[in-house]
């Protein structure tokens, strides 16, 4: 017999207790929206993104006496944001590709963080190969299908010019390669990929076959991307969930989101 007393054990109730014990934690894996942080700046012919600008309406004053708030304006790419499959040409027929459109089951999933911290310390232009991933893989098992993956460089706790790194011949971050992305999205059929860094391609990332390989290959077969991220060193290799809902703009192709991870401590 059961006992009548005892609440039926249900996962979201687990969950919920897990959550108010702190024996699960949430993660924030967001920059804070700033005029002053950097935005991805293109070849001069091309369009540019808009920095973050807020403007104040009304602050307890004579605009309006018991209420303040503000105007924003920015880039659907600007800060901490999610890239649509909409975002590229080689996703831009695909059903429910903008998002208002993708399914909201799509923005919830396991996440699989890669530690390329070493690798990026070393060289700016650090890249995802398929034989860092195996080697990733080694250690920690072949990636699920439906994973979110994340690529860990620490980029984010770059301040000002350090983050786009731009030279002459244009910006230097890590990123991955063509043969790392199409393994990541054809062989082990993720979610999305996300980075630290301004692109989920690496900042010569237009000098690939294809260009923009990560833009290409995840956006043409109806994947995710996440970037501008932040916090990464406080996950786990495995085992977090991670949550990225955008805003619901009307065929947008992106937007900028708070993404957070479930985290479940140590013991
Ligand atoms: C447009 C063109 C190239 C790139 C990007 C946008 C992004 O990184 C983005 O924010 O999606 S690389
Ligand atoms: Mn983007």
């Known amino acids: 017999m059961s006992d009548q007393t005892a609440a039926p054990s249900s996962t979201l109730g687990d969950l919920a207790l897990s959550l108010a014990s702190g024996a699960i934690r949430v993660v924030d894996l967001t920059h804070t929206l700033d005029p002053d942080f950097p935005v991805i700046i293109l070849p001069p012919e091309f369009g540019q993104c808009a920095r973050f600008r807020m403007e104040e309406i009304s602050a307890y004053d004579h605009r309006g006496p018991a209420w303040k708030w503000h105007n924003f304006t920015c880039g659907e790419h600007t800060g901490t944001h999610f890239d649509a499959p909409a975002h590229w040409i080689s ?12 399914p909201v089951e799509q923005f919830v999933g396991p996440v699989c963080v890669i530690d390329c911290t070493e690798g990026a310390a070393a060289d ?70 996300g980075t ?69 401590e140590e013991r």
């Open 124 to 193: 700016d232009d650090f890249e995802l190969t398929p034989e860092v991933i195996i080697a990733w893989e080694r250690q920690h098992g072949e990636i699920p299908a439906g994973s979110w993956v994340l690529m860990r460089t620490d980029w984010s706790t770059r301040r000002g010019a350090a983050y786009l790194n731009m030279r002459e011949d244009g910006p230097h971050s890590p990123g991955p390669t063509p043969d790392g992305i199409r393994l990541l999205v054809d062989e082990r059929q993720i979610r999305g990929f």
């Open 91 to 102: 996703g831009r027929d695909l059903p429910n590709n903008s998002v208002d459109s993708i």
């Open 196 to 264: 630290e860094t301004v692109g989920t391609d690496a900042g010569q990332g237009v000098h690939y076959t294809p260009p923009f390989p990560a833009h290409f290959y995840l956006h043409g077969a109806g994947r995710l991307g996440l970037q501008c991220l932040n916090n990464l060193a406080q996950l786990p290799p495995t085992g977090a969930i991670l949550i990225a809902t955008p805003l619901k703009i009307k065929q947008g192709t992106g937007s900028p989101l708070r993404v957070i991870a479930l985290v479940q």
